[in-house]
Every structure is written in structure tokens, then in C-alpha cells.
């Protein structure tokens, strides 16, 4: 039987040292093919979006594209040898400056996203909404088809044709993703019911269906942007309401021209006699809906409204109103802000 040749001390110690050789050039390798990502200085952010549930793989197929990393691979390995594989956040990231693959991967585990944020202002229509947010760069039309779909709010209001009046104004940050349109109303819908939904028992006392509330607040958010009034604008409606007076409010008239794409920006006497069931100058009782998305404080100024016996405001073109019981009261403060105000005013 022939007997190996027994390794000696040497032949060991080469071993050894070709091992570690092989290793340092391994890890030099995978150090070279993570090191920094060179950006130069003025260069703008390169911009990574991250769908919800994308995997490593597509992550680092996304890096590549970007020029980040020169193997997807990598960067998936690089997930897996941390453990990180269900921790990563969806959303968009700003990359700038000299970046290895590790920190970008604590980025993303840490969801240091960009905020796109959209800010809906109080008495803004359907059309109105659909065209801020479309500035962001959701499809207008997306947007428009899920909130003509009312059964979001059909527990609330069983007549609803729309969302119009329940998508709440706020500043909301755009999802990404699929979708972003449906599930920004949504988001716009469930915040709706977290300030509606606490004001429910106070809805009840007051004869008022949900829908009624809103219509209702969306004419006093329309009628003044002063906090302070909304509550003896609200007592107007209602006590002119309770007397099966006219509303007469001229937000339903600009609501009306508006849907039929004729609003100029002024009234004229001729408007007043729009033929629409919005026309409150011709039309007794509430409009048939809501005609733009009132705030928390206009909806809270329709369930506690002034104690007073106002029927009648006139603007007194300072953004506040002069209140009248009497009419006679009424037309002398009509000749007095608008009549005998200076031309151009």
C-alpha cells in the first residue's frame, strides 16, 4: 500500500496563505462592487421608487437601471446576508452623494422617503380636487372614477350619486404604487368619518340626516372663509329654513354654472335665474347635494349655530359680513357696502 506524502510544515503554511489570499481577494472584490456610488456634488438626487411589496431582486434590478450597482444580484445577496428581506419600505428615495450598497439598504429599512404631499383647501368640488391632485401627477380621470363611486359613504348617506362633500380637505402625502388615485379617495373618505363619525350623536338631536349636515355646511364654508362667522351664517340657513324662506345663497349659482362649464368668475343678475335644482334663488329647501367639502369647523358651525335671529347677510368686502333680522335693516346695509362702494372696489 503506498502511504501519502505526510505535508510538512511549509506545504500547510502555503495552503494557509493562499486560502487567505483567495478570501482578501474575495472580499476585495465584493468591496469593490459596493463601494461608494460617485455622485457628483451638483448633481441632482437620483430618484428610487419603491412599490409596495417589490422584492430584493426587483430592488436591485431598479439599482442597476440607476446606475447604482453593477449587478442586481448583489444587491439581493447583500439583503439576504442581513436578514432584511421583509423589512424594506415602499415610497420614493432621494439618493445623493457617495453611497455604498449597505447604506442604501439602510434607507430603505429605515423608510427615509420623500414626501409628496397635496393640500386640498376647505369648498373645493370634485373637479376642483381632481385638478390639484392632478398637478401632483395622479391621472385626473383615475382620480374623477373613484370619486364618482359612492359606495364608500352609502352607510352615510344612502342618496349619495358621489363623493362630493365627503372627501375631506387636508394635506395628504400621494401613495405610490398601484392605484394611487382609488386609494388617495379612500384615505380622503376615511378622514371624512374620523371627524364625522365623533359628531354623530349631536347629527341625531339635531333632525338632520348626515347628508343634510353637509350640504349645509358646504353653503357656510362657501359663504365665509371667517372662522368666527360660520356659526351666525349657519343660523341664517336654518332660520331662514324654518320659515320656508329662500336660501338665496350665490355659491349654489357659481356651483351651478360651474357644472355646466359656463362659470365666468362674476354673477350677473341673469345668473340668478339659472335653471338648475342647485339655483337656491329659485329652488326652496337645500340644494339636492353638497357643493364642495366642508371643514370640521363649518360642519361643527351647522350643529351649533349663533343663537340669533339673523335673516339676511351682506359681504362687506373686507372677507367678514354685516347680519340683518329685517329686511329693511338688510337693504340699508346692501346701499351701504354694496351699491355706494367705490367703482373697481
Known amino acids: 500500500m503506498t502511504r501519502r506524502p505526510r505535508r510538512g510544515p511549509r506545504l500547510e503554511l502555503l495552503l494557509l496563505l493562499v486560502g487567505v489570499l483567495l478570501g482578501a481577494a474575495g472580499w476585495a472584490a465584493w468591496s469593490h462592487e459596493t463601494r461608494a456610488v460617485q455622485l457628483a456634488a451638483d448633481a441632482p438626487a437620483v430618484k428610487l421608487v419603491v412599490p409596495t411589496g417589490a422584492s430584493a431582486e426587483a430592488i436591485g434590478r431598479k439599482l442597476e437601471a440607476l446606475g447604482l450597482v453593477r449587478h442586481p444580484l448583489l444587491f439581493e445577496l447583500l439583503v439576504r446576508s442581513r436578514g432584511l428581506g421583509g423589512q424594506l419600505k415602499a415610497g420614493e428615495y432621494a439618493l445623493e452623494g457617495p453611497l455604498s450598497l449597505e447604506q442604501i439598504l439602510e434607507l430603505l429599512v429605515r423608510g427615509e422617503v420623500v414626501r409628496r404631499d397635496v393640500t386640498i383647501p376647505e369648498g373645493r368640488t370634485l373637479d376642483e380636487t381632481a385638478a390639484l391632485v392632478g398637478a401632483e401627477g395622479i391621472p385626473v380621470e383615475d382620480f374623477l372614477t373613484a370619486a364618482r363611486d359612492p359606495a364608500s359613504i352609502r352607510d352615510l348617506d344612502s342618496q349619495a350619486t358621489d363623493l362630493e362633500g365627503y372627501l375631506f ?32 350623536p349631536r347629527i341625531e338631536e339635531s333632525g338632520f340626516t ?8 358646504s353653503l357656510v364654508e362657501l359663504e365665509t372663509a371667517a372662522t368666527e362667522e360660520r356659526p351666525r351664517i349657519a343660523a341664517v340657513f336654518l332660520n331662514r329654513l324654518e320659515r320656508g324662506m329662500l336660501l338665496q345663497t350665490d355659491p349654489t349659482i357659481i356651483y351651478a354654472m360651474k357644472r355646466e362649464g359656463r362659470w365666468s368668475g362674476n354673477i350677473s343678475r341673469k345668473d340668478l335665474e339659472v335653471a338648475s335644482p342647485f339655483n337656491t334663488y329659485r329652488h326652496s329647501g337645500l340644494p339636492p347635494g353638497p357643493i364642495g367639502s366642508p371643514g370640521r369647523e363649518a360642519i361643527r358651525a351647522v350643529l351649533d349655530p349663533a343663537d340669533t335671529r339673523d335673516l339676511y347677510f351682506v359681504s362687506r368686502n373686507d372677507g367678514t359680513h354685516h347680519f340683518s333680522e329685517t329686511l329693511t335693516e338688510h337693504n340699508r346695509a346692501v346701499d351701504r357696502y354694496q351699491r355706494r362702494r367705490p367703482r373697481g372696489s
Open 210 to 217: 348626515v347628508r343634510e349636515v353637509v350640504i349645509l355646511a
Open 169 to 200: 380637505p387636508d394635506t395628504y402625502d400621494l401613495p405610490l404604487g398601484p392605484d394611487p388615485a382609488r386609494r388617495l379617495v379612500e384615505r380622503m373618505v376615511r378622514r371624512f368619518r374620523e371627524v364625522v363619525e365623533p359628531e354623530m
